[in-house]
Antibody, heavy 113, light 112 residues
Framework: QIQLVQSGPELKKPGESVKISCKAS????????MNWVKQAPGNGLKWMGW????????TYADDFKQRFVFSLETSASTAYLQINNLNIEDTATYFC??????WGQGVMVTVSS | DVLMTQTPVSLPVSLGGQVSISCRSS???????????LHWYLQKPGQSPQLLIY???NRFSGVPDRFSGSGSGTDFTLKISRVEPEDLGVYYC?????????FGSGTKLEIK
């Protein structure tokens, strides 16, 4: 069955970086794009962008162009989201989603001094 | 960006009842390829969103026929009939016709 399994919760300090993973199984990884979605505590869903799993080319929504990096390890069917220079507003749950149909369980990232 | 206006914000319902959720877009969601990329999700408490309806009216794998989607252009509706306890949570619409993709702000379905 199709699954997206994400890494565990993270607690970071402002200014640090975090890299979270999304391991896909049950389908051919390169057949579908991978999207990333942010959900701040108690808030709705915000699309961050997507990465072409065939070419590795990322596309970022405007609010996520500066400190956010999408990457792949295709041999491991895994997508990554790295956030650099974390700030308090990055505290959120981050979801990966295969072309918006199947979703990972989400990773809670907490940024606190 | 395409603004997705979802109403109501909160929707009390009796089990077994029927409800409708509206999602309106600030511009047409008809893609140049002729398809309309409007989708519906349910996010249960503590879980990730799950796809219910894709491209306006197509039920995703395993979704019961109590859920139905309709609409066109800028005006879309999700209808839930014979509401069951597992239907409770927050419903979101998503448009993927235009960049960037945008979600509605959510409708919380709760027991009356």
């Amino acid at each position: 069955q199709i699954q997206l399994v994400q890494s565990g919760p993270e607690l970071k300090k402002p200014g640090e970086s975090v890299k979270i993973s999304c391991k896909a199984s049950g389908y051919t990884f390169t057949d579908y794009a991978m999207n990333w979605v942010k959900q701040a505590p108690g808030n709705g869903l915000k699309w961050m962008g997507w990465i072409n799993t065939q070419t590795g080319k990322p596309t970022y929504a405007d609010d996520f162009k500066q400190r956010f990096v999408f990457s792949l390890e295709t041999s491991a069917s895994t997508a990554y989201l790295q956030i650099n220079n974390l700030n308090i507003e990055d505290t959120a749950t981050y979801f990966c989603t295969r072309s918006i149909d199947y979703w990972g369980q989400g990773v809670m990232v907490t940024v606190s001094s | 960006d395409v603004l997705m206006t979802q109403t109501p914000v909160s929707l009390p319902v009796s089990l077994g009842g029927q409800v409708s959720i509206s999602c309106r877009s600030s511009q047409s969601l008809v893609h140049s390829d002729g398809n309309t990329y409007l989708h519906w999700y349910l996010q249960k408490p503590g879980q990730s969103p799950q796809l219910l309806i894709y491209r306006v009216s197509n039920r995703f794998s395993g979704v019961p026929d109590r859920f139905s989607g309709s609409g066109s252009g800028t005006d879309f509706t999700l209808k839930i009939s014979r509401v069951e306890p597992e239907d409770l949570g927050v419903y979101y619409c998503l448009q993927s016709t235009h960049f960037p993709l945008t979600f509605g702000s959510g409708t919380k379905l709760e027991i009356k």
